[in-house]
């Protein structure tokens, strides 16, 4: 596997409290917000996610971290995990926000969310506010 990208997503209930800290305090800028899920970046290719627990999301880990890594092609890289004799948590999938992915846990349990850039469905376009990592 060859990531393209890796950052962390932190789920937790206080979004809007992490988005205002890291903001006012770190410069942070709001790249892309759905509601319940956002990405700050700090810099080109220094980005943090925070999300609210998403129960009806099986690759959404429902409480402390997931580490998202972006890749070429995430059915490709599936097959070659698949190969080496892990066993992912989901399958890929495409998702309406703009991405192909699927997830497993590292020998920690931290969960680990391997995707693809997609074109996001109408009802997401507008999450997208800019940025290299968004």
């Excluded at 609210?52 to 890289?77: H, I, K, M």
Aim: proline letters at 11%.
């Amino acid at each position: 596997m060859q990531p393209t990208t890796a950052s962390p997503a932190i789920t937790t209930p206080h979004v809007a409290a992490s988005r205002a800290f890291y903001i006012k305090h770190f410069g942070a800028r709001l790249v892309f917000d759905c509601g319940w899920f956002i990405s700050l970046e700090f810099a080109p290719g220094l980005s943090l996610q925070f999300m609210e627990p998403q129960p009806e999301q099986p690759a959404c880990n429902p409480t402390g971290l997931t580490y998202n890594f972006r890749v070429a092609d995430v059915d490709e890289t599936y097959n070659e995990l698949l190969a080496t004799g892990l066993t992912p948590d989901t399958p890929p999938e495409d998702h309406p926000w703009g991405d192909r992915g699927f997830a497993l846990r590292d020998p920690n349990g931290v969960m680990l969310y391997i995707y693809s850039d997609r074109e996001p469905a109408p009802e997401f376009r507008t999450a997208f506010l800019g940025g290299a990592d968004a």
